[in-house]
């Protein structure tokens, strides 16, 4: 997938989505310093959490990309069977982004995992590679 595009600019307009500002890749293992000294700065690391924030960006860029990444993990690699994604109960934007992105709720996993000493309940989506992408 190396230099190939997700998503084409015709696709992010007929979605009515600004893509001016955003610009994405495959990520390698060379990425592994950066993102690690990334994660660790506070204004970051806060948001990691799978705590719910608000965002100010612009409406319907998460859905637009996590549809191309749908979209090109299935093509990138026919094998998969699904792709999964888990998110906290209380995270409600990202549940919907997922829901718009086509990802079917499955269920509760209740206190899967432990963020910032607390047991916390996750919920866990599936798409399919013949699921419509909403």
Known sequence: MEGAAICSTADAREEGVDL?????????????????????????????????YTSKEEPGIATHAVKQVVKAAFSEFPHLERLQALVDVENVASQRVLEKAGF??????????????????????????????S
């Open 104 to 133: 079917q709720r499955e269920g509760v996993l209740r206190k899967y995992v432990v963020i910032k000493g607390k047991s916390r309940d996750m919920i866990t989506f599936s798409v399919l590679p013949n699921d419509p992408l």
């Open 20 to 52: 001016t500002q955003i610009s994405l890749r495959p990520i390698s293992l060379d990425d592994l310093d950066d993102l690690m000294l990334w994660t660790t700065d506070e204004k970051v690391a806060k948001h990691c959490t799978w705590e719910p």
